[in-house]
């Protein structure tokens, strides 16, 4: 145990008694012997002492919390004051002192505004990506009162004092006058001491011109003196400047007030430091107390617990990823009272080791987990640092990480999606061109999540506060809780780096708990397609699919098809005619829809003719994509006044489950005219020998697509984020080459997120090729009142339908399904149309498509989200080395259950209640390969669950143990590594040792599933990521490909178990002894 001895400069103290390892208990004093200044100091050092002893096994440094759970990131705030947030007031406890954060920057009770650097300009690491460490800086500072000018005025004698005559002070006059004085006047008395008291009266009397000057009294000793003492708010050398005269009946000390002189470690020479924080401002400074006003000077100093709340910028240039703990970056250095920090004074971890520089935790001589120290204890630091006992303490309060200066004054280039997505302009720009994004409204932002360079926001922030819990934890409620919250998304505990594990803007990034991501559709370079560097490309536009998944995605396209169309002229949908040459329909002819051959660069009209390159669907299908059905087939044809059926006879499908598909048409004998009151009956599909009788109007092919998993976004969707509406008409979505565009292109839709899958939907909306305006066609209707129309409507703008029969518009009703697969327009039924059957109509429309693979290099758009980070920690891009290999555990609280889990973001099920992707933070040992585990879509099982007699739609469930984890041991795990989820873990279980194995109820049959079980363990030994003594959440899991065991084992030959380690939620930590 070490008690660091104090040091007083410019003290009276006699000497410093230090009671380290001494086991006092008391000061005795006796009666008849001095009382010495050092023993009164000893006996507070010996009552501080047993505190400490205390402390030290009770609490290490750290943030204080109650017992309660609680959501320690609910203390900051994020008002959108440039390059600030707030917290709210904390208590903590630093090297034992207790401390209330409050009043940082700020005069509202209850606040702390944490002030920031402005953001740099865009250049490389760490500039591009800077990240700003927040900490509490704690240190004892001796705390004098300010010795306050003063001055004497001596009534001569035997010279009597005329009416007239005068003492000035500082420039205010004091007349003597022989009657009852008035304002700035005093009674000449009998004798020299009743006008000394008669003036003194007069300069403290409130109704005079004194009061901001200084106050008086008449000497004890020599009653005919006045003493002058300048008010505290002069305090200090600032009185010195007070100046004073008087008449010759007068005798006064001198032309000036003397003997000010100001102290430091104050706010103001008369005030002291609210809470000791030095960043308080001196509005909410306490009076300076120190001097007993009786005695009127000082009789004792204090020592102050003060403290700042410390940023970096530039200069220190953090790297989180090798600098977890922020202390580790030997330009973080100690300020303590001084007005800048100090060179050599770097902090170093308490752990009663390390020294470097002029730092040693060895002279400090105490173990605490959650504290760094500069500084030896020595004199000379002391001097150098300002400080009492020549150390002074930090805890980390986070980490802030900051988009760069994309605006330069108006010279940059903003939001850079190609080369810098870490880019962003000020929140008071005036205004700006971004050469890719377009104009940019004043005071608007030019980024796809609305983003300032100069606003911090709460994805920027990750809280580094350990808490520490003084009146004890619940552990086995905590891990519990911590489990949950890993479940549910809400342990944010990690931040990563984009361009880590994936690209953005060139590997420019953005670094965050919820980071940025760019997901590309369009055409890859194996067909192509452009070289984009804006972020990952998911898939291919195929004409067909408006959804792109993770889990297995079923399309419906209707593909048009006319009598005419030809094998040579449509090679992807035409028609083989029984009796070649006919014009309409025959019994015989076979429809084929052959996607391998059918142009996917076709505008919505799928018409050859019109294709823009030579990519054909099936080109741009995923692996194992197919036809699964063909729904319906209708003619668009129908009778005005008697309603047909106007789905075809089809005799024959042949090819589905492949990527063509033959439709045969069979007789069909009933009755159509088109529509129309004057084209006359005719058949519709007639037979031999009728003729070419048969109807000429096009067929409709209803196709039913499916898609396999594994074709969604990158990352799970955990934060839909929101661009200003001018700026990103269409959502957080930016077009590649808008000269890309499909020819009848009218507007890209926004994306549409279906969470918690990875999935994510893009249409567009078309108009006609040939000049502005909607699609113009012709249709029969189902009915009087109902219309389907040939491809999906989308509801921008109403649809416009004629009835050919009366030529005059209906009107359609507000139930119409626009962008629906059903394609049915509803009309009024109070304007029915004219025919009593079906009737034609011309409808003019913007359709609602899937895109298209359009354009020379393929029309292609990049879709923008944020998903959680790997909460792993540690895990970042070129290898591990932040994570202690090996890593040896203490268990403090095993959990008896386990879970199991097999609906995961491939599933078309909902897993409950933490949804798909509840088990995204559970990883797979790196070692399984590609072809049991690519992804987290790998988990494509139903909901259904069940184990022995109990079943249940939620896809996970939490079970019994029937063999438990020895809890009893530590537990030594190694061999780091990530698996392709990015998320990182040890795949190895000592083998020298007990390794720790649960099991449980099997599932009722086989099934790829996770296996996981839980507990809290903590640290036994420091490291830049973890302290001793810190609590973390620990998961073995194994990963079960196709079997029904819900077993975590770490097994010695094919193993598929490792151990993930988490920080907790508030960073526990307990103490190390």
């Known amino acids: 145990m070490a008690i660091h001895n104090k040091y007083f400069p410019g003290t009276s103290v006699s000497r410093y008694l230090s009671p380290d390892e001494r086991s006092w208990d008391e000061a005795v004093y006796q009666s008849g012997k001095p009382v010495l200044d050092s023993e009164l100091n000893l006996s507070q050092e010996v009552n501080r002492t047993l505190r400490q002893i205390i402390q030290q096994r009770v609490n290490p440094s750290g943030w204080l919390r109650g017992p309660l759970p609680n959501n320690p990131f609910g ?19 630093v090297a034992g ?4 954060v409050d009043y940082t920057n700020t005069a509202v009770a209850g606040l702390n505004v944490i002030q920031l650097d402005p953001a740099n300009l865009p250049s490389s690491p760490p500039g591009v990506k800077r990240t700003d460490f927040v900490f509490l800086e704690v240190f004892r500072a001796l705390v004098s009162w300010s010795p306050h000018a003063s001055a004497t005025v001596t009534v001569n004698a035997p010279l009597a004092v005329a009416p007239g005559d005068t003492v000035t002070i500082n420039g205010v006059v004091l007349t003597a006058t022989a009657g009852v004085p008035g304002v700035d006047q005093f009674q000449v008395g009998a004798n020299e001491t ?6 003194a009266a007069a300069i403290n009397d409130g109704g005079n011109s004194f009061t901001g000057i200084c106050v008086a009294w008449v000497d004890v000793t020599v009653p005919e003196q006045v003493n002058l003492q300048v008010v505290d708010a002069l305090a200090g050398a600032a009185g010195n400047a007070v100046t004073l005269a008087a008449s010759a009946s007068f005798t006064i000390s001198g032309a000036n007030f003397v003997g000010g002189a100001d102290e430091p470690n104050k706010p103001t020479q008369a005030s002291i430091y609210r809470n000791g924080n030095v960043l308080s401002p001196s509005g909410v400074a306490l009076a300076d107390d120190i001097a007993d006003p009786t005695v009127g000077a000082e009789s004792t100093k204090r020592v102050q617990i003060q403290y700042r709340i410390r940023i970096t910028g530039v200069s220190e240039a953090i790297d989180f990823k090798t600098e977890p703990d922020g202390f580790s970056n030997p330009n973080v250095l100690a300020q303590g009272t001084q007005v800048a920090p100090v060179a050599t004074y770097p902090f170093v971890s308490a752990d009663g080791t390390t020294v470097l520089a002029s730092s040693d935790a060895t002279a400090y001589g105490i173990v605490d987990p959650g504290l760094w120290v500069a500084g030896d204890g020595s004199s000379g630091s002391a001097t150098a640092l300002g400080t009492v006992d020549g150390f002074v303490y930090a805890i980390p309060l986070a980490f802030v990480f900051r988009r760069n200066d994309g605006y330069n004054g108006g010279a940059g280039v903003g939001f850079d999606p190609d080369n810098n997505a870490n880019g962003a302009l000020p929140s008071t720009h005036g205004g700006f061109a971004n050469p890719i994004i377009g104009a940019i409204p004043a005071g608007v932002s030019d980024r796809p999540d609305g983003y300032f360079h100069d606003i911090i926001v709460a994805t920027d922030v990750l809280d580094l506060r350990r808490q520490v819990v003084p009146g004890g934890l619940d552990l086995k409620a905590e891990l519990d809780r911590q489990m949950a919250m890993l479940l549910d998304g809400n342990n944010r505990t990690w931040a990563i780096d984009t361009a880590d594990k994936q690209n953005l803007g060139s590997f420019s990034g953005d670094v965050s708990t919820q980071y940025l991501v760019c997901d590309e559709i369009g055409r890859s370079g194996a067909h192509g397609g452009p070289i984009s560097t804006r972020g990952e490309l998911i898939a291919e536009f195929d004409h067909i699919r408006r959804r792109f998944g993770d889990s297995p995605i079923v399309e419906r396209v209707v593909i048009p098809v006319a009598v005419s169309y030809t094998a040579i002229a449509e090679p992807g949908h035409y028609v083989t005619q029984l009796n070649p040459g006919y014009t309409g329909w025959y019994a015989g002819d076979v429809i084929t829809i052959d996607f391998a051959a059918l142009n996917a660069t076709t505008n919505g009209s799928w018409l050859h003719a019109l294709a823009s390159s030579t990519g054909t669907v099936s080109q741009y299908w995923p692996t194992g994509t197919v036809v699964s059905d063909v729904l319906r087939v209708w003619h668009r044809d129908g009778h005005y006044t008697t309603a047909i059926d106007q789905n075809a006879v089809v005799d024959c499908i042949t090819g589905l489950g492949t990527t063509q598909i033959q439709i045969t048409l069979g ?28 109807s000429i109007s096009m067929i409709f092919v209803e196709l039913e ?10 990352s799970d969707v955990d934060l839909e984020i929101v661009p200003d509406a001018g700026v990103y008409p269409v959502g957080p979505a930016l077009e590649l080459n808008t000269t890309q565009r499909p020819s009848d292109f009218d507007s890209i839709l926004p994306p549409v997120f279906t969470t918690p899958r990875r999935e994510v939907g893009v249409e567009y909306v078309c108009k006609n090729t040939g000049f502005p305006g909607p699609v113009l066609d012709f249709v029969v209707s189902l009915n009087q009142t109902e219309i389907v129309f040939p491809r999906r409507i989308n509801g921008d703008v109403t649809p416009i339908v004629t009835d050919t029969g009366t030529g005059l518009p209906v009107t359609v009703d ?34 609602q498509d899937a895109v298209p693979n359009y354009g020379a290099s393929g029309y292609q758009i990049g879709i923008y989200y944020r998903s959680n980070a790997p909460q792993t920690a540690g895990v970042k891009a070129g290898g591990l080395s932040g994570m202690p290999d090996p890593l040896t555990v203490r268990p403090v609280a095993m959990s008896r259950d386990l879970w199991t889990g097999i609906s995961g973001v491939g599933s078309t099920g909902d897993a409950f209640p933490y949804g798909a992707h509840g088990m995204s933070q559970i990883p797979v040992n790196a070692n399984v390969g590609a072809g ?54 040890y795949k190895v279980a000592d083998v020298t040792a007990y390794r720790p194995t649960a099991m449980a109820q099997p599932l009722s049959g086989l099934a790829t599933h996770k296996v996981w079980l839980p507990f809290l363990a903590v640290a036994t030994a420091d490291s830049p990521l973890y302290r001793k003594g810190e609590v973390l959440l620990v998961v073995i899991t194994r990963y079960a490909v196709v079997d029904a065991d819900n077993t975590v084992i770490f097994a010695d030959s094919g193993n598929t178990a490792c151990a993930a380690v988490y920080r907790t939620l508030g960073m526990l930590l307990l103490a190390s002894e």
């Open 75 to 93: 203390d900051f705030g994020f008002p959108g004051t440039p390059d600030a947030f707030t917290m709210a007031t904390r208590a903590a406890l």
């Open 97 to 100: 002192m207790p401390i209330t």
């Open 194 to 199: 009743i006008t000394a008291a008669n003036i």
């Open 932 to 985: 049991d585990f690519g992804g987290e879509w790998f988990l494509t099982a139903t909901g259904k669950i069940s184990v022995g007699d109990f079943s249940a739609d939620t896809g996970v469930l939490n079970l019994h143990t029937m063999i438990q984890v020895d809890p009893q041991g530590d537990f030594t795990f190694s061999d780091t590594d990530t698996d392709v989820e990015f998320r990182s873990q």
């Open 814 to 847: 507000g139930s119409t399904e626009y962008g629906s697969s059903s394609q049915k327009l509803i009309l009024d039924p109070m304007t029915p149309l004219s025919g009593t059957g079906q009737t034609a109509c011309t409808i003019a429309y913007y359709a």
């Open 705 to 714: 697509v499916t898609y396999p998993a594994g074709s969604g976004t990158t």
């Open 667 to 694: 007789e069909n004998n009933q009755l159509g005219n088109y529509g129309t009151t004057f084209d006359p009956d005719h058949t519709m599909v007639p037979v031999a020998p009728a003729g070419d009788v048969g």
